[in-house]
């Protein structure tokens, strides 16, 4: 019988909270049989969601408290009123005292973020953690980091974010040596940003046996699904993800104006229906929702704060895989074998 | 009777070279009878797709040159070996001499910037140049700058790119004070980057007649349409514009898929095809193709080099448009106006 995966929720967190949440949890709960709960918020809110879920029930404890970090409030204001208590808090804490194997919230980025970086730290010699994301492609799914955790990245952070990464892909494609490329523009002589060129070169010259470096990607080799992991510094990469979610949402806005201009159309799209189903559903970002928080020590997943539960609960299936398939383990892995990566970057800093 | 536009043309760039560019530049002559046209390249080439074309022969001269610069060429070789006689550089060196308005071509986008650099030179106190580029958005379409033509701005850059952005959108949607937002992202504590901060608090404070600021906008915005002027620098914007055309290909490969894969979606799909024909011409990037050079002291289009007819039509259409509407007036005017940025930028660093 496998291990039980424990996992911590921030019930407040997310535009629905509970509502949401618990049924969402219930959700993974039939896929994942050997999860347990703990549920962290407000108990007059969740215990009557909780009580039409009898099988999460038995599977879950709540943790009482009342406050409960706003979706708008700045990460500076949540630190200050909402440490040491908030549900948010509460459940990254139980990540930190090895009571939960990984935190889920849908709540507010930053300020989980912040609450993240102040409770478990980052890893020995990573300096700033990094959101990434599940990205689908014409491909699969590929995994692109940092979508907006910070801005701007040396060489060194770029290759711990390629090692990170490589290692999430390890995680869910189950792939020996998943292929990582940077992001990169090909316009310019020069090719593009100087830390960008220098991670590159470290990448090349430092075989690391966990990742395959195939060289610089441009922003339509994501959708491609050229590689496995797509590396960037979190600048460019949120920009990436909001214009490719713009793009598909103006997408279906031409698709449905087209479909209802004339009676054929319609009955067309009626006849097509499934077809357009299976199109939403592969479009849908609750099927691949949630980032996940790299370079903490503890495993946090971020979902959509306008998820459903169906959504919620693909968040809470991505923080059971990164738990059960070791992520934390991976991640140590490649990170010991990139260790080597400040002095060849100061070799090539000088060499360049 | 309106006035002549003369459009020099390279007819050796992109993919296709003349049998592209001809017919693109009579296909555009239809729609602007006092077009004048200069095609520079292998006069063996061009003059008989050109005898195809009676109505473009005899509104066009031929000037020869052998000299082509190739699609892969770097920048720097193409300086050394197409400086003074290749069909660009002509085609350019014409714009300079007051011979022709503006000049178009296909070519190697790199190679192009370079010789429209050295040859044009750039406007005072522009120190870079940047494309600008057409994006169709749910709205219309907007236009995103720069895509790529330099990497990195500080607020003063930023600010020119609103005036040249804004001075373009007078050109083509016809609109006193088109709406300007800088590219940011939301995620973090601080809002994105200093520079931007900077320039949104320059464009704030300092009224721009011709430019009306509406604040920070993030890479969803894009295609939604927010405001006709989306600033941002060359590395983001260019992994914007790829991404966008990545996820459009993307969702393009999805659909052809889900209806091809049961007999009733196949009969959908025709009855539904008038509908699905004009979705693709929508997303076709033909339809606006060309990236306008802004910040030269003269008017240069580019052309995508894999461009059909039709695609290099829209581009000469594009060029026409910008002389016709006086584009380098208008954008003396913007940056008139905004001269004082140095002297603001200057202090609100010191403020910040």
Redesign the interface.
């Known amino acids: 019988m496998p291990q039980k995966v424990r996992i911590a929720l921030d019930a407040m967190g997310g535009d629905h909270g509970a509502t949401v949440v618990v049924p969402g949890a219930a959700e993974s709960l039939v896929r994942h049989p050997e999860s347990e709960f703990i549920l962290y918020g407000d108990s007059a809110r969740i215990e009557p969601v909780l009580r039409q879920h009898p099988r999460l029930a038995a599977a879950a404890r709540v943790v009482h408290t009342d406050i409960a970090v706003k979706m708008d409030e ?3 204001q949540a630190l200050r009123h909402g440490r040491w208590k908030s549900s948010i808090w509460l459940a990254l804490d139980a990540v930190r005292k090895g009571e939960a194997d990984v935190a889920v919230s849908a709540g507010n ?2 300020a989980l973020m ?1 609450m993240a970086k102040f409770n478990l730290k980052t890893l020995e010699g990573i300096e700033r953690p990094a ?1 990434a994301a599940l990205w689908p ?2 491909r699969g799914e590929s995994i692109v980091l940092d979508v ?4 701007g990245a040396d060489a060194e952070h770029l290759c711990d974010l390629a090692a990170m990464g490589s290692a999430m892909a390890r995680v869910l494609f189950d792939i020996g040596r998943p292929t990582v490329g940077l ?1 990169n ?1 090909g ?4 090719k ?2 100087d830390e960008v060129r220098k991670a590159g070169q470290i990448l090349r010259d430092q075989p690391v046996p966990y990742l395959e470096y195939v060289g610089f990607v ?7 699904g050229t590689v496995d992991v797509v590396v ?1 510094e ?3 990469g ?14 279906g ?3 449905r104006g ?2 209802n ?2 009676w ?2 319609r ?10 189903r ?2 939403r559903e ?2 849908d970002p609750a099927r691949s929702n949630g980032g996940v928080f790299l370079g903490l020590n503890g495993i946090v997943i971020k979902s959509h704060g306008g998820a459903d539960a169906e959504g919620f609960a693909a968040a809470v299936d991505l923080g059971y895989d990164m738990v059960r398939y070791e992520l934390m383990v991976k991640i140590r892995q490649a990170l010991a074998r990139g260790r080597d990566h400040t002095a060849a970057a100061a070799a090539i800093g000088g060499a360049l």
Chains 1, 2 share one sequence.
Request: glycine content about 14%; overall charge positive; aromatic content about 8%.
């Open positions: 700045k990460p500076s980025t930053g912040a959101i492609t014409l907006g955790a910070s801005i992001l523009i316009v310019e002589e020069v593009g940003l441009e922003g339509d080799d994501i959708g491609k960037t979190g600048f460019a949120n920009i990436a993800l909001k214009t490719a979610e713009g793009t598909a949402r103006q997408i806005g031409y698709l087209a479909m201009r004339t054929k159309a009955l067309g799209y009626w006849l097509a229906r499934e077809a357009f299976a199109l592969k479009m």
